[in-house]
């Protein structure tokens, strides 16, 4: 299994239009949760960090669950700037930063 | 101002060359690194230097070799370069010394291509 998986998509779906997608993780003692965006051809920037209570920015929710061990990222009424790839990163110690895969997600018209 | 800056942008060689990748952030930020984006999309850590002091060795050949001359700049030197080197090398830096809750901010990527 690997440390942190990514359902690859790719998500196709209209502008306005609410999706989600999940991320999990093998190491249950993995300390810290990130959502980072990568646009084609461009490096990753960092979307935001993803805590138990859940927080939200704007149109985008990020949540945690330790006990299922997976983080979620919402975004609601999705924009055509939303299509990017969307890459879970988990923190199992201070030497160890795992990112996943990355989601694709494309917004059409 | 760009924050983290790397150079070249893109890199072609010939198998077997010996090529260098500059990278230099103007944040102030204590912790540098070195990812690895291949062909699959997958990011990997490289290397991970706090104040110029290396604190991440992933598994690499020991042809990829890091250096920081301060905490401002680490370059990746790249020895006896293999047609699997081809890939999208990213340098990060940290504000921290490289903990579990620090956001990381990239460079642009040197896409760099072994022929």
């Known amino acids: 299994r690997k440390e942190v998986e990514q359902d690859p998509g790719p998500f196709n779906v209209p502008e306005g239009a609410t999706v989600a997608f999940n991320c999990t993780y093998s190491?249950?003692?993995?300390?810290?949760f990130f959502w980072y965006r990568q646009d084609c051809r461009k490096e990753p920037k960092l979307l935001m960090s993803?805590?138990?209570s859940g927080n939200e920015d704007g149109r985008f929710t990020a949540q945690l669950n330790r006990a299922s061990q997976y983080i979620s990222l919402l975004i609601r009424d999705s924009k055509l700037s939303d299509s990017a790839t969307y890459l879970c990163?988990?923190?199992?110690?201070?030497?160890?930063?795992?990112f996943g895969s990355g989601t694709r997600l494309s917004i059409r018209p | 101002d760009t924050a983290v800056s790397q150079t070249p942008k893109y890199l072609v060689t010939q198998m077997g060359n010996d090529k260098s990748i500059k990278c230099e952030q103007n944040?102030?930020?204590?912790?540098m690194y070195w990812y690895k984006q291949d062909s699959k999309k997958f990011l990997k850590i490289m290397f991970s230097?706090?104040?110029?002091?290396?604190?991440i060795n992933e598994t690499v050949p020991n042809r990829f070799s890091p250096k920081s001359p301060d905490k401002a700049h680490l370059n990746l030197h790249i020895n006896s370069l293999e047609l699997g080197d081809s890939a999208v090398y990213f340098c990060?830096?940290?504000?921290?010394?490289?903990?579990?809750?620090?956001?990381?901010?990239f460079g642009s990527g040197t896409q760099l291509s072994v022929l």
């Open positions: 230097y706090n104040n110029k002091e290396l604190i």
């Open positions: 993803v805590y138990s």
């Open positions: 190491n249950s003692a993995s300390q810290s």
């Open positions: 990060a830096s940290s504000y921290g010394s490289g903990g579990t809750n620090e956001k990381l901010f």
């Open positions: 990163v988990v923190y199992s110690s201070a030497s160890k930063i795992i």
């Open positions: 944040l102030g930020h204590d912790t």
